[in-house]
């Protein structure tokens, strides 16, 4: 700290030294005991909530005027069809979907709006949350996921 010195009658003050080491190994310390105890990030999943069982005679058609189909390849493309024939399937990207989306959501009236997604085996994870996330984005109300028919898959093959 400082430091006094007498000379004779005289009291001289000499510079004031303080030693900051104790204060920066304390503050690396706190740093150091924060950084371990505190969690970054917390781990976060897909809420993804299946629907409960329903039997047979209690399910409700879908309009066919109303589905969309989307089947998931590989590469980030996606084919899609509306109503219940796979042979009139088109061709696009996962980032090119909102607008097929938008334009379905455009001439279907709300209610009867489903889409279905069909992941194909050489499709992606990052695709698949893409598209969750479209349903999202563009408040469609229903949509499912299926697994996908060998027909849609040997179209999606003869496509390529």
Do not use: C, W
């Amino acid at each position: 700290m400082a430091e006094m010195i007498e000379r004779g009658n005289k009291k001289v003050k000499l510079s004031t030294r303080v030693d900051l080491t104790p204060m920066v190994d304390l503050g690396f310390l706190l740093i150091t005991f924060f950084i371990f105890t505190t969690a970054l990030t917390k781990p976060t999943g897909l809420k993804f909530f299946l629907p409960k069982s329903v039997p047979d005679n209690q399910r409700i058609e879908a309009a066919l005027s109303g589905a969309l189909t989307l089947l998931l390849a590989a590469d980030r493309k996606i084919f899609y069809y509306e109503g219940d024939d796979p042979r009139q399937m088109h061709q696009t990207q996962v980032n090119g979907i909102r607008q097929i989306i938008m334009d379905k959501k455009i001439r279907t009236t709300p209610e009867k709006l489903i889409v279905i997604m069909k992941p194909g085996r050489d499709s992606n994870f990052q695709s698949l949350v893409q598209v969750m996330d479209e349903m999202s984005i563009n408040n469609v109300k229903h949509y499912a996921l299926v697994d996908i028919d060998p027909v849609e898959s040997s179209l999606m093959q003869n496509a390529h």
